[in-house]
């Protein structure tokens, strides 16, 4: 296989800034937790508990909310026939899958950045608040947690392109073959249809997990500035607040981060698509 020279050195120099800016933010947002007060170093020899500081912050930021109240139903309204939301479906799979084939190198590069600058991020972060600050096991398995699972993300991105099951698929000849015959071709072969398509999914899925460890880590982040009443409090309420439904206990955090990931991986690499094949084709 011929290797374009231009174009590794072109994805080596974006994974280098990547990891630069990934370490560059993992510094800047601790440094938002020092604390400008005096009792300071009091404050710091403070063991920071996950399960307290959401009793006390929640609490706190426990506002009354003005209920929404239901829209009208209007009599114009009605909803989609059976068949008006098959037709959307098998639109909106055609387009995703048409769009993941097209753009599948130029989608793996922006994962592959994206965690990279997530994994110097998350590296960074979880050191320089282990080491400065006195946390509990539930802080620090969360951070432990997304520094290990964003780390082995890129195996999904390998089996994007070497999927372990499903049929042999030729990428580039069924991109020629639509740029000929219409994007209606992927239905000739269902198979590969529904093999590409749930690579698709996978690959969203993935990014969710990413942008999930993300929360996660903004949400550690706005819990132990709180706890230490560190400056931009407003900033960090509002953070905490919008972050607390994903990350209400550690072992609900990570449990939902280990689903995404169990999800992506049988979507991508296509076990998925063929325990579906067996099943139907035994009933």
């Known amino acids: 296989m011929e290797i374009k020279i231009e174009n590794f050195w072109y994805d080596l120099l974006l994974t280098i800034i990547s ?34 500081i959401h009793i006390e912050q929640y609490h706190y930021n426990d506002t009354s909310v003005t209920p929404k109240g239901t829209p009208h139903s209007s009599s114009k309204e009605r909803s989609m026939s059976d068949g008006e939301i098959f037709f959307v479906y098998i639109l909106g799979s055609l387009i995703l899958t048409f769009a993941f084939l097209k753009f599948e190198s130029t989608i793996s590069n922006l994962i592959l950045i994206l965690i990279v600058l997530l994994e110097s991020t998350f590296l960074t972060t ?22 290990i699972s964003t780390c082995l993300s890129p195996i999904l991105l ?69 706890a230490l ?41 296509g076990i998925l698509v063929s325990l579906i094949t067996i099943v139907t084709a035994g009933l």
């Open 229 to 269: 009443q560190n400056r931009l409090s407003k900033v960090w309420s509002w953070l905490f607040k919008k972050t607390f439904r994903f990350c209400k206990s550690a072992t609900h955090y990570i449990c939902v981060g280990i689903l995404l990931l169990l999800m992506s991986f049988l979507l991508v690499s």
């Open 126 to 147: 979880s050191y320089v608040v282990t080491k400065k600050y006195c946390v509990d096991k539930s802080i620090r398995s969360i951070l432990v947690f997304n520094t």
């Open 19 to 52: 990891a630069v800016s990934g370490a560059v933010l993992g510094v800047i947002l601790p440094k938002l937790l020092k604390n400008n007060k005096d009792d300071s170093i009091i404050q710091v020899n403070k063991q920071l508990i996950f399960s307290q």
């Open 158 to 226: 390998y089996l994007m392109k070497n999927p372990l099951k499903g049929p042999f698929v030729n990428k580039e000849e069924i991109l020629n073959t639509i740029s000929k015959d219409g994007i209606l071709f992927l239905l000739s072969n269902v198979n590969t249809f529904a093999f590409l398509f749930y690579q698709a999914i996978g690959i969203i899925v993935l990014f969710l997990f990413l942008l999930f460890t993300l929360i996660g880590t903004v949400h550690i982040l706005s819990m132990v500035n709180l």
